[in-house]
């Protein structure tokens, strides 16, 4: 979306009568619908005139826009020069403008750096990755820009900053950065000037930055490529059996459901290891691949972030704008998307953002941007009191736009050892439901947290066996991030908790020596998984039952439960022995080759190894 956009003689006249922030701020009211910050007016007035100078040589119909929106982003590009090379080349020039006076690095953080603005600390992108990132996005996707070979070049003006000696924002960690996307400052005036005058040199009568505006959005030939590569290089997201069949049918119903504009929902159940997610990639390749546009979805930041970065290759920017949070849809547009597919739909949520209160619900919100919009789900993998991702509420809205509903299920068990008599052991031991308890994996009960952390140490050949536990122990704020610090402790047994960290759990090699908990492995899987059971899950007067006064006060799936309980004390006591039974099955099922136990239960210790016991006499 363009905000504002005039012809150079115009923006001359404006900021000669200096009333360019006054004109860019009514077009922000109209275009946007609402007023914007006394902050960014007053960006406006203090930034816009300093480019006044540097386009002195410029024809008069060159093109100037101001704000332009990113397509897929809410972000904005503060000022875009259009025009012609001297071959008449359609050439955009991107500006990044900063008001600042000062930048220092922040150790251990890529792209970020520490800024003073308006007396007022604060950390803020490097400009250079900041508007090397719009131009990536603007090649990547615009299909305008791809097929008239426009050139996007990229530049920050720090129009009140003065270079220092050894300068941080030109560290060499920021190299790959201004490499792309040249700094220059007030001391650069004529340099800047120059490069302008040099990239453009005949007027465009702001035709090209309106023709890309108008353009279609889809990635490009060159990243569709790429993507298809990097999944084919992959073994692991291969389609099997059933599979196969229902992407095949799902493309079609896709492709349908664009060329006569028809709504559709399709909602695909399948419990743990039985290649949701994978087919959820694979359908976004194939589906992209076909000129349709959408992302992959979901609510948890896991599952994005070890899928986008297993297929980053040298369009980092690119790829992650393919897949989005499920609080992301608030403010879309209908049917922005060809399609959306959301994997872990069962961690779908009313309300989105930190504090829970933007948006009115994710489903509903999900199903209004796209045409047709993809549901994973497993009902049984619901962690937490908020999580509303049902059948029923996807199907509920679904009717609400009228769109047509399609159901699929995957049966087959890829995890496990491909072992579906085992998913009917966990079920047995976690419901209390009657079942065989024989069944071909590597399940075994350690005698303490220390063996059980020995064990998954000597598995971790491959970077792929991990440690995790249930919400029972109070988790430190303040060493978050610190590994050094240990959070649990059962006996002589110690290990940090649910650590922050920028790259994730299930791929980070330091993780090993952590504990991690349901949401950095929900929708993942690894060749072995050890699990400690807390003091949550019990076993009493022969059956195995929970205890909500267990989970750690500053676990959040529980919260408000005791406000809920004098609504419906029977009710919420009742969801609350599902939602802990449900934590331990995502826990229990996340193994490939191997799943080992220790529960700090010690009935429901003896209880599992005579359960094992059981079983090896009867194999």
Same mark, same amino acid.
């Given at each position: 979306?363009?905000?504002?956009?005039?012809?150079?003689?115009?923006?001359?006249?404006?900021?000669?009568?200096?009333?360019?922030?006054?004109?860019?701020?009514?077009?922000?009211?109209?275009?946007?619908?609402?007023?914007?910050?006394?902050?960014?007016?007053?960006?406006?007035?203090?930034?816009?005139?300093?480019?006044?100078?540097?386009?002195?040589?410029?024809?008069?119909?060159?093109?100037?826009?101001?704000?332009?929106?990113?397509?897929?982003?809410?972000?904005?590009?503060?000022?875009?020069?259009?025009?012609?090379?001297?071959?008449?080349?359609?050439?955009?020039?991107?500006?990044?403008?900063?008001?600042?006076?000062?930048?220092?690095?922040?150790?251990?953080?890529?792209?970020?750096?520490?800024?003073?603005?308006?007396?007022?600390?604060?950390?803020?992108?490097?400009?250079?990755?900041?508007?090397?990132?719009?131009?990536?996005?603007?090649?990547?996707?615009?299909?305008?820009?791809?097929?008239?070979?426009?050139?996007?070049?990229?530049?920050?003006?720090?129009?009140?900053?003065?270079?220092?000696?050894?300068?941080?924002?030109?560290?060499?960690?920021?190299?790959?950065?201004?490499?792309?996307?040249?700094?220059?400052?007030?001391?650069?005036?004529?340099?800047?000037?120059?490069?302008?005058?040099?990239?453009?040199?005949?007027?465009?009568?702001?035709?090209?930055?309106?023709?890309?505006?108008?353009?279609?959005?889809?990635?490009?030939?060159?990243?569709?490529?790429?993507?298809?590569?990097?999944?084919?290089?992959?073994?692991?997201?291969?389609?099997?059996?059933?599979?196969?069949?229902?992407?095949?049918?799902?493309?079609?119903?896709?492709?349908?459901?664009?060329?006569?504009?028809?709504?559709?929902?399709?909602?695909?159940?399948?419990?743990?290891?039985?290649?949701?997610?994978?087919?959820?990639?694979?359908?976004?390749?194939? @589906?992209?691949?076909?000129?349709?546009?959408?992302?992959?979805?979901?609510?948890?930041?896991?599952?994005?972030?070890?899928?986008?970065?297993?297929?980053?290759?040298?369009?980092?920017?690119?790829?992650?704008?393919?897949?989005?949070?499920?609080?992301?849809?608030?403010?879309?547009?209908?049917?922005?998307?060809?399609?959306?597919?959301?994997?872990?739909?069962?961690? @779908?949520?009313?309300?989105?953002?930190?504090?829970?209160?933007?948006?009115?619900?994710?489903?509903?919100?999900?199903?209004?941007?796209?045409?047709?919009?993809?549901?994973?789900?497993?009902?049984?993998?619901?962690?937490?009191?908020?999580?509303?991702?049902?059948?029923?509420?996807?199907?509920?809205?679904?009717?609400?736009?009228?769109?047509?509903?399609?159901?699929?299920?995957?049966?087959?068990?890829?995890?496990?050892?491909?072992?579906?008599?085992?998913?009917?052991?966990?079920?047995?031991?976690?419901?209390?439901?009657?079942?065989?308890?024989?069944?071909?994996?590597?399940?075994?009960?350690?005698?303490?947290?220390?063996?059980?952390?020995?064990?998954?140490?000597?598995?971790?050949?491959?970077?792929?066996?991990?440690?995790?536990?249930?919400?029972?122990?109070?988790?430190?704020?303040?060493?978050?991030?610190?590994?050094?610090?240990?959070?649990?402790?059962?006996?002589?047994?110690?290990?940090?908790?649910?650590?922050?960290?920028?790259?994730?759990?299930?791929?980070?090699?330091?993780?090993?020596?952590?504990?991690?908990?349901?949401?950095?492995?929900?929708?993942?899987?690894?060749?072995?998984?050890?699990?400690?059971?807390?003091?949550?899950?019990?076993?009493?007067?022969?059956?195995?039952?929970?205890?909500?006064?267990?989970?750690?006060?500053?676990?959040?799936?529980?919260?408000?439960?005791?406000?809920?309980?004098?609504?419906?004390?029977?009710?919420?006591?009742?969801?609350?022995?599902?939602?802990?039974?449900?934590?331990?099955?995502?826990?229990?099922?996340?193994?490939?080759?191997?799943?080992?136990?220790?529960?700090?239960?010690?009935?429901?210790?003896?209880?599992?190894?005579?359960?094992?016991?059981?079983?090896?006499?009867?194999?």
């Amino acid at each position: 979306m363009i905000i504002f956009s005039c012809l150079k003689k115009e923006f001359d006249q404006f900021v000669e009568k200096r009333v360019i922030s006054n004109q860019v701020y009514e077009a922000f009211k109209e275009k946007m619908g609402k007023k914007t910050k006394l902050n960014q007016i007053k960006s406006w007035a203090n930034s816009l005139p300093m480019m006044y100078p540097l386009l002195k040589d410029l024809p008069e119909n060159v093109g100037i826009t101001i704000e332009f929106n990113i397509p897929l982003t809410s972000k904005r590009v503060d000022f875009i020069v259009s025009g012609y090379d001297k071959n008449h080349n359609p050439v955009i020039l991107l500006f990044e403008l900063k008001q600042w006076q000062n930048a220092v690095d922040i150790k251990n953080q890529d792209a970020v750096v520490k800024t003073i603005f308006l007396d007022r600390e604060q950390k803020s992108l490097h400009p250079s990755y900041q508007v090397s990132c719009y131009a990536e996005l603007l090649l990547n996707y615009n299909q305008f820009i791809e097929e008239n070979q426009v050139q996007v070049i990229p530049f920050v003006y720090l129009h009140n900053y003065h270079f220092k000696e050894n300068d941080d924002l030109l560290l060499r960690k920021f190299k790959k950065y201004y490499l792309k996307a040249p700094i220059y400052t007030q001391d650069d005036e004529e340099q800047l000037k120059n490069m302008i005058t040099r990239f453009i040199v005949f007027g465009d009568d702001a035709k090209i930055i309106k023709s890309i505006d108008q353009s279609k959005t889809k990635p490009n030939k060159k990243l569709l490529d790429s993507i298809e590569e990097m999944l084919q290089d992959k073994k692991e997201y291969t389609l099997l059996d059933e599979q196969k069949i229902i992407a095949e049918t799902i493309k079609k119903e896709v492709k349908n459901s664009f060329a006569t504009n028809q709504k559709k929902v399709i909602i695909v159940k399948g419990g743990p290891g039985t290649g949701k997610s994978i087919l959820a990639l694979q359908l976004l390749g194939e @589906l992209l691949k076909i000129g349709l546009m959408g992302a992959y979805v979901s609510k948890n930041m896991a599952p994005r972030k070890v899928y986008k970065n297993s297929l980053v290759n040298n369009n980092e920017i690119s790829i992650h704008e393919l897949f989005k949070s499920s609080g992301y849809f608030f403010f879309d547009y209908e049917n922005k998307y060809d399609f959306l597919l959301v994997d872990e739909a069962h961690r @779908l949520q009313e309300k989105s953002g930190i504090h829970n209160n933007i948006g009115e619900n994710q489903i509903k919100e999900i199903i209004y941007a796209s045409k047709t919009s993809v549901f994973f789900i497993d009902e049984k993998q619901m962690v937490t009191l908020k999580d509303i991702g049902t059948i029923a509420n996807i199907k509920h809205f679904a009717y609400f736009y009228q769109a047509n509903v399609e159901e699929f299920e995957l049966n087959s068990q890829f995890r496990c050892n491909g072992s579906d008599s085992y998913l009917d052991f966990i079920d047995h031991f976690l419901y209390n439901k009657r079942g065989s308890i024989s069944f071909q994996f590597d399940f075994r009960v350690m005698d303490s947290p220390n063996e059980l952390r020995e064990l998954i140490k000597q598995k971790n050949t491959n970077n792929n066996a991990r440690l995790v536990a249930g919400f029972c122990w109070t988790r430190n704020a303040k060493n978050a991030d610190n590994q050094n610090y240990m959070d649990i402790h059962i006996g002589d047994f110690e290990a940090s908790w649910n650590l922050k960290h920028g790259e994730p759990f299930a791929t980070r090699k330091s993780a090993i020596y952590e504990v991690g908990c349901v949401h950095n492995v929900q929708g993942l899987e690894f060749d072995y998984i050890g699990v400690i059971i807390g003091p949550d899950l019990k076993y009493e007067q022969g059956k195995v039952v929970t205890d909500y006064k267990k989970r750690a006060n500053t676990e959040k799936s529980l919260y408000g439960l005791r406000v809920l309980m004098k609504q419906d004390k029977e009710y919420y006591e009742k969801l609350a022995d599902t939602l802990i039974r449900n934590t331990y099955r995502v826990l229990l099922t996340r193994g490939i080759k191997g799943c080992y136990v220790y529960a700090c239960d010690l009935a429901l210790q003896k209880y599992l190894k005579k359960i094992i016991s059981k079983r090896l006499i009867h194999s």
